[in-house]
Nanobody, 116 residues
Framework: VQLQASGGGLAQPGGSLRLSCAAS????????MGWYRQAPGKQRELVAA???????NYGDSVKARFTISRDNAKNTVYLQMNSLKPEDTAVYFC???????????WGLGTQVTVSS
């Protein structure tokens, strides 16, 4: 399974960006697709995750601002980021965990920079 993320870039504070991550290969069965981020000098943290059944989970710092969704037919997960803040600046990584497989799959990451 390979993950290809897109949609990162530069946004102004208060602006919006939408990230996409497409998984190639089979991820059939119960799975969780998610986004993590890592800022310089900080640990990687969960941003949001969504199960194949549609249940979602968000990091506290992005609740009410970010929305995760997915298209199961396309094996693609999206992250709509609104009301962006400078502290959202980080490299965003896509992750997929498939039930029954020993390790998670990670994308290469996409840079999100929030600055005026």
């Amino acid at each position: 399974v390979q993950l290809q993320a897109s949609g990162g870039g530069l946004a102004q504070p208060g602006g919006s960006l939408r990230l996409s991550c497409a998984a190639s290969g089979s991820i059939s069965g119960f799975n969780v697709m998610g986004w993590y981020r890592q800022a310089p000098g900080k640990q990687r943290e969960l941003v949001a995750a969504i199960t194949s059944g549609g249940s979602t989970n968000y990091g506290d710092s992005v609740k009410a601002r970010f929305t995760i969704s997915r298209d199961n037919a396309k094996n693609t997960v999206y992250l709509q980021m609104n009301s962006l803040k400078p502290e959202d600046t980080a490299v965003y990584f896509c992750q997929v965990v498939v039930w029954g497989r020993s390790s998670a799959y990670w994308g290469l990451g996409t840079q999100v920079t929030v600055s005026s």
